[in-house]
């Protein structure tokens, strides 16, 4: 079954406890993305990969990285955590170049306090 | 920086028909894509507008003209399934922008 796995699916942690959400996808997907989810915000792209070592900034990198050591993975690390960081996230896959149809996660909700 | 902007709620009664408009600030950008996504699930993909004009997928449709710099969601035989959230979102270089998000809510 074509599929994004992320996880946790949730996860409470206190402020500048390094974390890491873990995502996967199993499609040979060239293209991931990470997105956080606010109320009334809408998706907001944190960071996206083009391939493997191919790593950029979305519209809200600040206080995030990322990798891209392997095709199929691609962790968001949050170095020191803040309560600003508390959303839902979600990371995405999709080929690039075709019909843009992105594939996501079931989503990581985050607390920090 | 690019920016689309959609209603923040939109009601209609099933059976009916419903549109989503979605506007955009942007040039230079690919496509207009369409998601749905229920209750802070992952979100699901519907439609994708290279070109002017409609696409048609089964009950939903969708809508570009770069021209106007707007696009929409048609949403016909409305079921209350139907209830969601809906996003608008274009491929501009290498990034996918979204807009804020349409909840629809769908009455008996």
Redesign the interface.
């Known amino acids: 079954e074509a599929q994004v796995t992320q996880n946790p699916r949730y996860l409470i942690t206190v402020t500048g406890k390094k974390l890491t959400v873990t995502c996967s996808q199993n499609m040979n997907h060239e ?1 991931m ?1 990470w ?1 956080r ?1 606010d109320p ?6 944190i960071y ?1 990969s ?1 391939n493997v070592e191919v790593t ?1 900034k ?2 809200v990198p600040e206080g995030y990285k990322v990798s891209r050591k392997e095709k199929r993975n691609f962790p968001l690390i949050l170095e020191s955590p803040s309560p600003n960081q508390t959303s ?1 996230y ?1 990371c ?1 896959s999709s080929q690039v170049g075709v ?9 990581t ?1 985050l607390t920090v306090v | ?1 690019q920016s689309l902007e959609q209603p ?1 709620e939109v009601t209609a009664v099933e059976g009916a028909i419903v549109q989503i408009n979605c506007t955009y600030q942007t040039s230079g950008f ?2 207009l ?1 369409w ?1 749905q996504q229920h209750d ?6 519907l439609s ?1 507008n ?1 070109l002017d004009g409609l696409e048609e997928t089964g009950r939903f449709s969708s809508f570009l003209s770069r021209s106007d710099s707007y696009g929409y969601l048609l949403l016909q035989e409305l079921q209350m399934k139907d209830s969601a959230s809906y ?1 608008c ?1 274009v ?1 501009y270089g ?8 349409t909840i629809l809510r769908v009455k008996s």
């Open positions: 293209y993305s997105y989810q009334g915000l809408g998706l907001r792209q996206y083009m950029d979305g519209d839902l979600f995405a019909n843009t149809e992105a594939f996501f996660g079931q989503g909700r | 920086g923040s690919y496509g894509s998601y802070g699930g992952a979100p699901t993909f994708y290279a996003f979102a491929e290498n990034k996918l922008v979204f807009g804020a998000g």
